[in-house]
């Protein structure tokens, strides 16, 4: 069910590499000290790892992570700990936990566990926080987590030392994990929920509006994230075998949050090539802060010189590379000789139906209103979306088009007013289940996945739909070939051009299979060419597809040769319903267009002759 693509294959392959290397060359020409550094930069890939998990996929920094890597560190140290130690360093142990004496290995287990569990509780309120907020809470955990270490002094000795662990971990024993973490974070980052959880972190509303669940991915990536960093902090413990509450403190967060964000948040290259190069940068310039002699005088001593390089370093990089050294792709994603040829893309004459034909159905909008803490922006809109028709949304701007696409898609809640899609109400269902009821849209500022693949835009989409036996990749391709974005599947969305990102937005609407598809003004800021092949492409896929289509457009001629019902708003009121020729006709769509743009002056007369019924400025700033 779960299929792993070459490409991912190939990455984990190539980010382990240098982990490989750099264990070899530790072993063979600087044993000792050398193996040691190697060994913590394992255990720093794994932990950086962890919080890359949550903070690159979601976009949220997290400061919470290493207090996950705080409880592995004393879970798996309390079930390992020497019983002599135990008996004179912790004498008020429960006498159930002095009892544990556990192997290496299924303490690391237990710890991760208890991690586990504690971040599943953690996350259940995280989860449902976003920006700046969610950072705070990681904060707060943080916080408490040390405050209760340090608290619990029967069991962590407080905020004195932690001893006599056994150090079971070594270059040998750290290199496998640190390669299973890599494995773990770019199988995760290329799976589905990876892939959606960077979805919400580009366009929260817009994942939202393509049915991911913005709540359950954070969740997941928080607790998957936790268990990385949890084991990081067990592997730590069992490498040093003493350590007090400070040591999983802001230094630590400080400095693993620096080689996530140096090396580039959302990748695992990232990490590890951050990881890299912070650590070299602290071990040079610690050998300078003790002060250095150089034959003819001494550096002298600068005290906290290794972190201020580490702040230097990240406003260079920062200053000249916004999303790190490896920036956004994966370093196997940005060598085309690395990735499998692409396959001849399906033309859109063999490629399969996107949707079956509905027997009959409606979506029909019930006296549909949205108040704006008092203003009316859309009030009693009632009408309906037949399956193959298409139908026009016009009116001036501010109208309320826009808000009625919202409302009905559910993006913003309506006032009053019932939507149904075949007589089921869909305002009980959460956001993002209503694309998964047949029901997709587009905005009128586009808005993409920009730092996603164009393939990566449509996939996510497709993988909304559950358990159609279909490959979502394989659907997205066919989705592109269909609006003829085929040959740029792995460009990033925000390089495309301007007509191609409303294709490509409306390519990923249309993989979610929809029976109702709601565009706000497909056609804005295109060329003449472009509009052209727009309103090919969408008249094919009405017919085709038999889909029910609601189009906001400005150019009224071409309206008029696209639908077959057209809606009239003005003023957040529905002022006209009928078909092309009646709305030309309808005295009031008249009065509501030409009215208004002969009181606006003479500025406009030009518009108005070049493109016959078009609107003008908006109500509110029309002067008249
Ligand atoms: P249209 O798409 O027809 O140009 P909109 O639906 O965008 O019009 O806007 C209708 C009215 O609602 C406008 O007066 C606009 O200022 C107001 N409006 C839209 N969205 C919001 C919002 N999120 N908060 C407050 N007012 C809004
Ligand atoms: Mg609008």
Not at 368 to 393: C, D, H, M, Q, R
Not at 518 to 546: C, F, S
Request: hydrophobic share 50%; glycine share 10%.
């Amino acid at each position: 069910m779960v299929r792993v693509r070459r490409e991912t294959v190939v990455g984990i392959l190539l980010t382990s590499l240098p982990l490989l290397a750099a264990a070899a060359a530790a072993s063979l020409f600087f044993p000792g000290s050398g193996e040691r550094l190697v060994t913590l930069f394992m255990i720093n890939v794994i932990a950086v790892l962890g919080i890359g998990i949550y903070a690159g996929n979601s976009g949220i920094v997290s400061f919470g992570h290493v207090g996950f890597m705080a409880i592995g560190a004393y879970a798996s140290g309390l079930l390992t700990i020497n019983p002599i130690v135990q008996k004179t360093a912790l004498p008020h142990l429960p006498a159930w936990l002095a009892s544990i004496d556990l192997p290496f290995l299924p303490a690391l287990a237990v710890a991760l566990v208890v991690v586990a569990l504690v971040a599943v509780l953690i996350g259940i309120p995280v989860a449902r926080l976003a920006g700046s907020s969610a950072s705070i809470a990681t904060l707060g955990f943080l916080v408490i987590v040390h405050v209760v270490l340090v608290a619990s002094t029967d069991i962590t000795r407080g905020s004195q030392t932690f001893f006599g662990i056994p150090r079971a971990v070594n270059l040998w024993v750290a290199l496998p994990f640190a390669v299973a973490a890599i494995a773990i974070a770019r199988l995760y980052r290329d799976s589905s929920a990876g892939l959606k959880l960077r979805a919400s972190r580009e366009d929260e509303i817009a994942s939202t509006a393509v049915g991911v669940n913005v709540k359950l991915h954070r969740f997941i990536g928080w607790v998957l994230g936790a268990i990385l960093a949890g084991a990081a902090g067990a592997l730590l413990a069992h490498f040093l075998g003493a350590f007090s509450p400070k040591d999983f403190y802001f230094n630590l967060t400080f400095v693993l949050l620096a080689m996530l964000i140096l090396g580039g948040v959302t990748t695992v290259s990232g990490a590890v090539g951050g990881t890299a190069v912070i650590m070299l940068i602290v071990e040079l310039l610690r050998k300078l802060e003790g002060g250095v002699d150089l034959g003819f005088g001494t550096l002298p001593t600068v005290f906290g010189l290794t972190d201020i390089g580490i702040g230097v370093a990240i406003l260079v990089v920062m200053y000249r590379l916004q999303d790190g050294l490896f920036g956004v792709r994966e370093l196997d994603e940005r060598f085309g000789w690395l990735k499998r040829a692409s396959k001849p893309s399906v033309s859109s004459d063999n490629a399969p139906k996107i949707t079956p034909v509905p027997a009959g159905g409606t979506l029909k909008v019930e006296n549909l209103g949205k108040k704006f803490a008092g203003l009316v922006a859309l009030e009693n809109a009632s009408f309906e979306i037949k399956p193959g028709l298409v139908t026009g949304l016009i009116g001036p701007n501010g109208a309320g088009k826009s808000t009625l696409i919202n409302s009905v898609s559910g993006v913003v809640p309506p006032s009053s007013g019932r939507v149904l899609i075949d007589g089921r109400d869909i305002a009980s269902l959460p956001v993002h289940a209503v694309p998964v009821a047949g029901l997709a849209r587009t905005f009128q500022n586009i808005r993409l996945f920009k730092n996603l693949t164009v393939l990566e835009n449509v996939t996510v989409a497709a993988s909304a739909l559950k358990g159609n036996g279909e490959d979502p990749m394989e659907s997205a391709r066919l989705v592109l070939a269909e609006v003829g974005l085929d040959g740029f599947s792995d460009q990033l969305a925000g390089t495309l051009s301007y007509g191609a990102q409303r294709r490509l937005e409306i390519a990923r609407a249309l993989a979610l299979k929809p029976r109702y598809l709601l565009l706000d003004e497909p056609a804005a800021g295109m060329n003449p060419a472009e509009t052209q092949e727009l309103m090919h492409v969408l008249d094919r896929i009405r017919t085709k597809y038999r889909l029910g289509l609601l189009v906001v457009e400005h150019d009224l001629k071409l309206i008029m040769r696209l639908c077959d019902i057209v809606v009239v708003l003005n003023k957040g009121q529905q002022i006209a319903i009928g078909t092309p020729a009646e709305i030309q006709a309808n005295p009031d769509v008249i009065e509501a267009y030409i009215g208004r743009r002969r009181s606006a002056g003479h500025a406009k007369r030009e518009a108005v002759e070049a493109g016959g019924l078009q609107p003008g400025a908006s109500g509110l700033t029309n002067p008249a």
